[in-house]
């Protein structure tokens, strides 16, 4: 198993009591609440967090998009990834860029291309829907939110594989001249990863492009069910699919003791379920931004949502793992046997984890999780079986 | 009063729905997309004197969502090749909400096959600095509440409304709305400009407590189509079909009464 380090980047000096009150941390929880001495304090605090985890054996360092949210301070991941590209040894994935939100796409095909010429071809290029509070907050019609995604994702793979300058004439987006440069320093151009909660549409798009299919937070039985849709897709397809298209998102908690982890991770994972993602179905699937099959799909799937979660909860339900490093090893390994992945994407912060706390979780899961899972693959003997 | 029929009319490839009751001057009803819609008490009482036609909205309410439908001016040139399928004239064409918008916008083009123009809360225009509540954010229930005026008959609608049975066409009527609002929102930027082209008599009707399009809204519709008249009914929101159909029936027969006899 190959196991990234992924991180959100929260603003985990928030007061909990203000989400509580604006209802959600997205959209309409008020910026004065952000404190950029604080903020100043944690970027840098989070970009070392990443360079330690790079030094520690993590397979890469992983980055995303999040808009007007204490969820996440990243509204450009690029400028992150162009913190890290110099400084780190291991891959570097920016998971992902939302292509509905952006009026020109050629600038996030420059903007990878950037990346990947840096690290010489060290990076993976995210692509996503973007997350339906940035619907409300950027104004974009999320009944056009697939289609603008499709049209982006064809003209920026076509800018990076085509001989420029060409002319695109589509429906969302109209270049007279598209020829960026750089173009890619990976051929035909970087290996490309979908983060999604579960659409149906995102899942076979990805299964039928033969893409990496990224499960983002959600209770471990619907993550089994999305991985056998996505084989089910592929094979549809016309081809049989391989674990390492299959990425679980995940939080991982170590301690030397089980009880000790759950001590310790109780209010930065509760913090996180339930102040730092928001419960609110229409801000999160806005209309259109699916089909109605696909919003009642994630809509069951974050059925969990609908009241306040304590750590219990949370554990039981297999959204995160938490304990000591036979427990952590044995879910772990439990989860990858079950739903044959071979990615996991995992965050060692969240919510409102303080630096200390993240370092010791980093360096637990170093020494006694990533030497267990290094040549780990799915136990093939279940495949067999089934 | 006669009975509701369903039938299918092509218009240029498209089978739209058509529910029609009544006899006498013909009325072209266009509903509103937010909320309940179908056949109630108002368009039963519209119904008594005139041949009223109520269309499903292509794309709205279990209706297929035709490939060209991008914006509200392709439902008002829609309606437009509707009333030539038809073969009809001397309409009086009623618009509410999203309808009005529509009837608005289509009046603008061509308003030769028109009689009378109402226009019951209308969307399609944009006041700077007047504050309009969200109907894309908040659950079905919250939004009724947005949008209706008074607390209790907003919880019976949605009793009767949002159940497991309506889901499907709940979230296919939001994503329509969604289509046709989101961005820019609830207005078009355009429509303003042309609104002195509307050849036809305007009727505007406006609730008094509408928190999507608040009453100076009404009066902006009034001022920029030239003759309209402005009635405004006290205690009502945004859905006075739902909330004062008794009223609205009275102003609307009243108004189409009088282009009969001006006629």
Redesign the interface.
């Known amino acids: 198993m190959k196991i990234f380090h992924f991180h959100l980047m929260p603003y985990a000096n928030v007061n909990l009591d203000a989400i509580r009150k604006a209802g959600a941390a997205w ?1 309409t929880l008020s910026n004065a609440e952000y404190d950029p001495v604080k903020g100043a304090e944690l970027y840098n605090q989070f970009l070392d967090q990443m360079e330690f985890a790079d030094s520690l054996g993590f397979e890469g360092q992983i980055v995303n998009e999040h808009h007007q949210t204490a969820y996440g301070l990243m509204p450009v991941p690029a400028v992150m990834a162009g913190a890290l590209a110099r400084r780190i040894k291991g891959k570097l994935a920016v998971l992902g860029r939302a292509l509905p939100l952006v009026n020109n796409p050629l600038t996030i095909a420059e903007e990878f291309a950037m990346l990947d010429n840096i690290t010489r071809g060290r990076f993976i290029a995210g692509f996503v829907r973007g997350i339906g509070a940035e ?2 907050s950027f ?6 939110s697939l289609p603008r995604f499709l049209e982006a994702h064809d003209l920026i793979i076509r800018a990076w594989t085509e001989p420029g300058p060409f002319v695109h004439e589509g429906k969302y987006f109209n270049f007279k001249y598209v020829n960026p440069w750089p173009t890619p320093y990976q051929k035909p151009h970087p290996p490309i990863f979908c983060p999604s909660s579960g659409s149906l549409d995102t899942i076979r798009w990805v299964a039928q492009k033969r893409y990496t299919y990224c499960q983002t937070l959600a209770p471990f039985d619907m993550v089994a069910k999305t991985f056998d849709i996505f084989r089910e897709e592929a094979l549809k397809a016309g081809y049989e699919s391989s674990p390492d298209q299959l990425a679980w998102s995940n939080a991982i908690f170590v301690r030397e003791t089980d009880e000790q982890a759950l001590r310790d991770v109780r209010p930065h994972l509760e913090a996180y379920m339930n102040e730092f993602l928001t419960r ?4 999160m699937m ?3 931004y699916s089909s ?1 099959a696909s ?2 799909r994630v809509r069951a799937m974050r059925g969990y949502r609908n009241a306040r979660q304590t750590a219990e909860d949370i554990l039981d339900k297999g959204i995160v793992i938490v304990g000591s490093p036979n427990t952590v090893r044995e879910k772990l390994a439990a989860a990858q046997d079950r739903a044959k992945f071979n990615l996991s994407l995992t965050k060692t912060q969240f919510g409102t984890m303080p630096h200390e706390l993240v370092r010791e979780n980093q360096i637990a899961i170093a020494e006694e999780i990533l030497p267990y899972f290094r040549d780990r693959a799915p136990a093939a003997a279940k495949i067999a079986a089934e | 009063m006669g009975e509701w029929s369903r039938s299918v009319v092509d218009v240029r490839g498209y089978g739209v729905a058509v529910s029609e009751a009544g006899d006498g001057a013909p009325v072209l009803l266009l509903d509103d997309v937010l909320g309940p819609y179908g056949r109630d008490s108002f368009a039963q009482a519209l119904s008594a004197r005139h041949r009223v036609s109520i269309p499903t909205h292509p794309g709205h309410d279990g209706s297929p969502l035709p490939e060209w439908l991008d914006n509200v001016s392709d439902l008002a040139n829609f309606y437009l090749d509707y009333l030539s399928a038809r073969g009809l004239r001397g309409v009086h064409l009623v618009g509410c909400g999203l309808g009005g918008w529509i009837a608005a916008d289509l009046a603008t083009r061509d308003s030769s096959r028109l009689a009378s123009l109402t226009l019951v809360a209308a969307g399609g225009l944009r006041l700077n600095g007047v504050p309009q509540c969200d109907i ?4 079905d229930e919250e939004v009724l509440r947005k949008i209706i005026h008074d607390r209790a008959l907003a919880d019976r609608v949605a009793t009767e409304t949002i159940t497991p049975d309506t ?2 066409t709940r ?2 009527n ?2 329509f ?3 046709l609002m ?2 820019p ?1 609830l207005h078009d930027p355009n429509l303003r400009k042309w609104l002195h082209r509307i050849d036809a008599p305007t009727f505007v009707v406006w609730g008094a407590n509408d928190a999507l399009y608040p009453a100076p809204y009404g009066e902006a519709w009034r001022d920029a189509i030239p003759g309209a008249r402005l009635e405004v009914i006290a205690d009502c929101g945004h859905l006075p079909r739902v909330e004062k159909p008794g009223a609205l029936a009275e102003l609307v027969t009243a108004f189409i009464a009088k282009q009969r006899v001006a006629a």
């Open positions: 959209v619907y409300h104004g974009v019609n999320p009944a056009e609110d179905p229409a801000m806005p209309p259109g109605p919003i009642k | 894309f954010l908040g659950g889901e499907d979230l296919q939001q994503q709305a969604a289509r989101w961005q929102r």
